[in-house]
């Protein structure tokens, strides 16, 4: 029996995750050990862990690392928490792998405290490219930490090879997105209009917009501008998820709660919807509107076309049912208009919707078949 931890911090990446901890859980040879930490225990955030428990799954430690702000100093704090509260619970119970998902801040602390205890890390989404984030070299270092690497496409695998990772230790799998989408039995139009309050025949859209965190103080005016935008679209309803707990979502949040109290009977903003819930709305939605890589992975997979504003996600491979505008008034206006007449189609470019079958078959392997040295060599792409 190998022990086998995955770390979730946040809602939307359960939501990705979900699949994979089914899958490990399933396996008779593996122990899962589902360790929940950072907004999943905020109440700020929606206190998600409750949808962790809704779906019936055992939560083997719960770790808190939110500061009571997110500015930078508090990133930097929730980091820190990271490295201390898992570096205690990895020298009490050491797993024989730990699965981190992405890019998040507090990751890199996960992880630092994993590599102190020689704990062999698999990473996921590593290679990818989102210019606007400080997520970008976050992603990179966690790749140059991890022993296993699992993409969403070859390209993405290509570059993580390139960051002189071993080619036989990096897989492209596709997307656990995907796979949600093609195997979750979503909930139907009709039933998701009354569950989140859509109006019956109104056209609508997902909004879910996060900072640009690597630009200085542009949170709370671009999100003025988005909401300006949703203002004028007076025939669309616009579903709006609050922002993560990134540097500067307090601000995008502030904005967002000023205009869900204004009067503006098409903007309804809700914390979080959880995985079935979101997938279901953007199913029907006429469009997602924002800078969240769900606009990027999952929309194009239900065929729902994406505006995608400003930098955050600059650099990922993205479908052609995405139309990416600048975070000013006019270009996202502009680009809602011309989302609103695009055919619908569903595009597959992260993967065949088997994504969790094949990281567990490549766990088992290494874990009961394979050597794990963690003296990595450096491979020099190309040569």
């Not at 990446?13 to 399933?26: D, F, M, Q, S, V």
């Not at 928490?81 to 507090?106: H, Q, S, V």
């Not at 799998?173 to 569950?195: K, M, P, Q, S």
């Amino acid at each position: 029996m190998k022990k086998v931890a995955i770390v979730t911090s946040t809602r939307a990446e359960y939501g990705i995750l979900t699949p994979l901890i089914r899958a490990i859980e399933k396996e008779s040879d593996l122990e899962l050990e589902l360790i929940v930490t950072g907004t999943h225990l905020s109440e700020k955030y929606g206190n998600t862990i409750s949808f962790i428990e809704e779906d019936g799954f055992l939560v083997s430690h719960k770790i808190s690392i939110m500061p009571k702000g997110n500015s930078p100093c508090d990133v930097s704090e929730m980091m820190a928490n990271a490295l201390k509260g898992f570096a205690y619970c990895f020298a009490d119970e050491r797993p024989d792998m730990l699965i981190i998902l992405g890019d998040r801040t507090e990751m890199l602390g996960v992880a630092a405290a994993a590599m102190n205890e020689r704990i062999p890390i698999a990473h996921i989404h590593g290679g990818e490219v989102t210019q606007g984030a400080v997520d970008d070299c976050i992603r990179h270092a966690l790749t140059k930490m991890s022993f296993l690497h699992f993409t969403s496409t070859e390209t993405y695998r290509k570059r993580v090879i390139q960051l002189g990772e071993s080619p036989d230790r990096v897989f492209n799998v596709g997307a656990l997105g995907t796979e949600n989408i093609l195997h979750e039995n979503l909930i139907i139009e009709r039933e998701i209009r009354n569950l989140l309050k859509i109006p019956a025949g109104m056209k609508y859209a997902v909004v879910t917009y996060h900072p640009v965190t690597l630009e200085a103080f542009t949170a709370a005016e671009q999100t003025e501008i988005l909401c300006r935008v949703m203002q004028k679209e007076k025939e669309l309803f616009f579903l709006v998820t609050m922002a993560n707990s990134d540097a500067g979502a307090d601000d995008v949040n502030q904005v967002l709660a000023k205009y869900g109290a204004c009067q503006n009977s098409n903007i309804k903003i809700v914390s979080n919807l959880g995985m079935k819930k979101y997938l279901s709305a953007v199913k029907y939605a006429s469009l997602v509107l924002g800078n969240s890589s769900s606009g990027i992975i999952e929309a194009p997979v239900l065929g729902t076309p994406t505006v995608n504003i400003g930098d955050r996600q600059k650099g990922r491979e993205m479908a052609e049912t995405v139309i990416t505008c600048e975070p000013v008034y006019e270009s996202i206006l502009q680009a809602v208009r011309r989302a609103m007449k695009m055919r619908h189609k569903p595009v597959y470019m992260y993967g065949d919707g088997n994504t969790s079958g094949k990281i567990v078959a490549i766990l088992k392997r290494y874990l009961f078949d394979e050597t794990i040295n963690l003296k990595k060599g450096f491979y020099d792409y190309g040569e």
